[in-house]
């Protein structure tokens, strides 16, 4: 079977440190010196560690300063590479870069509402940086535990009152019914948090703020609901005009790996973008987390690792 795999950058870790409880920052240089491939707010890398599952982690730093990434790593006990990060990865040890890749990007607006849950405040300082470059107005909320758990704390507090943190140990837990008052129609929703969070602040704004206010980032995949279509569908892969046909119980990208078709890929569950592919024919079924509203129905690409056919038959530019 022949795969693709994206191409690797071999990094360095030059810094560690801790940003919270539960929370740790790595500052990333290419292991060569040469500088890192640009990137725009939203963006996330690949943290590659031989051995264990790779993960998404978004930018947190200055995209202006090309010889480093900086990201950040909640603990979590079921992660192995979360737990690898933090008792075994020491400054100096090498690790793989893959990316970076933006399906959450930075869009120019007069007026910006930042809603960060938790460890989903890092997509969002680049885009603070961003906004305060182009003049904009902006205000972000952050919700969290308590102050000890909420990473970057001390870094936002040169914004002043523009930062409104919701500590639910002190009595503030985050009242979206409040910060998303008022629709506005020059002023964009960027937010990212638990599923809990972004599912909320889907309900909130609902029909009443504007078509594509609203911009998100999920950690994972919403849980699926069964196909709708029950039944096998064909694939026509139209650089080689190859007619494949993907059974229920297999996913389109296994099916072309298997047919040794390579293709880029990383987490297998619709978050993180790699297998975006190009449909030329056909109307494939959703069910990613990454694409927004006015993406799927153009209907022009797809995330092959979960998405499926609504079609008798898809056109992939494979």
């Not at 290419?30 to 978004?58: E, F, K, N």
């Not at 002190?170 to 809990?196: F, M, S």
């Not at 069964?226 to 996913?251: K, M, N, Q, T, Y």
């Not at 449909?279 to 993406?295: K, N, S």
Request: with cysteine; charged share 25%.
């Amino acid at each position: 079977m022949s795969t693709v795999t994206e191409h690797r950058i071999e990094a360095v870790v030059a810094r560690k440190a801790v940003e919270a409880e539960g929370v740790v920052s790595l500052a990333l240089r290419s292991a060569d010196g040469a500088a890192l491939p640009a990137w725009h707010p939203g963006a996330h890398i690949d943290l590659i560690v031989d051995g264990v599952a790779t993960r998404q982690y978004s930018l947190c730093g200055d995209p202006a300063n090309t010889a480093e990434y900086r990201l950040a790593v909640l603990r979590e006990d079921e992660g192995a590479l979360s737990r690898h990060v933090f008792d075994a990865l020491a400054e100096g040890d090498h690790v793989g870069i893959g990316g970076p890749r933006n399906h959450f990007r930075f869009v120019p607006a007069p007026r910006y509402r930042f809603v960060a849950g938790g460890i989903g405040i890092t997509p969002m300082l680049p885009m603070i940086l961003a906004a305060e470059a182009a003049g904009a107005q902006w205000e972000l909320h952050y919700g969290g535990r308590s102050r000890s758990t909420m990473a970057f704390l001390p870094e936002l507090a040169q914004y002043g009152d523009r930062i409104h943190v919701w500590a639910k140990d002190e009595g503030r837990r985050l009242d979206l019914g409040t910060v998303l008052a008022n629709p506005e129609d020059d002023t964009l929703v960027y937010t990212c948090g638990p599923e809990r969070l972004l599912s909320e602040i889907e309900d909130v704004m609902g029909a009443t703020w504007p078509h594509g206010a609203l911009h998100l980032e999920r950690f994972a995949a919403k849980p699926l609901a069964e196909p709708e279509r029950a039944g096998s569908f064909e694939i026509v892969l139209s650089r080689s005009g190859r007619i494949l046909v993907v059974p229920p119980d297999r996913s389109i990208l296994s099916v072309v790996e298997e047919a040794g078709i390579g293709v880029l890929s990383s987490c297998a569950t619709g978050t993180c973008g790699t297998c975006d592919t190009p449909v030329l024919e056909g109307v494939p079924e959703h069910r990613d987390a990454v694409l927004t509203e006015d993406e799927r129905a153009a209907n022009d690409c797809m995330m092959i690792c979960v998405s499926r056919s609504l079609s008798d038959r898809l056109v992939l530019g494979l």
